[in-house]
């Protein structure tokens, strides 16, 4: 079975940083991309940061400049390095494990997600 755990949410200061992980553990053989979504109430779940095989990686316009996606592939684990966080990014973050593939299944997992605070 696919767990997908984030970590690294607080509450931090206007302009300040953050670093959430995400952690897949389970029988894994490979992983296709990961992802970073975030999600406030009365919205949807809506894409932050990307990175597909090869570290091709996508940004939401919001968030260009300001954020870093990286991964370690030896660790199945995904990181988003949050710089200069503003006001509007407050939101609980998702990781979301695309097309895990194990001994018994080939699928998308999320994560239960991680929430951000930022202070003014």
């Known amino acids: 079975q696919v767990q997908v755990v984030e970590s690294g949410g607080g509450l931090v200061q206007d302009g300040g940083s953050l670093r959430l992980s995400c952690v897949v553990s389970g029988s894994i053989f490979s992983i296709a991309a990961m992802g970073w979504y975030r999600q406030t109430p009365g919205n949807e779940r809506e894409l932050v940061a990307r990175?597909?095989?090869?570290?091709?990686?996508d940004y939401a316009d919001s968030v260009k400049g300001r954020f870093t996606i990286s991964r370690d592939n030896a660790k199945n684990t995904a990181y988003l390095q949050m710089n200069r966080l503003k006001p509007a990014d407050p939101a609980v973050y998702f990781c979301?494990?695309?097309?895990?593939?194990?001994?018994?299944?080939?699928?998308?997992?999320w994560g239960q997600g991680t929430p951000v605070t930022v202070s003014s």
């Open positions: 979301l494990a695309e097309r895990v593939a194990t001994p018994d299944s080939f699928k998308d997992s």
């Open positions: 990175i597909a095989r090869r570290d091709r990686t």
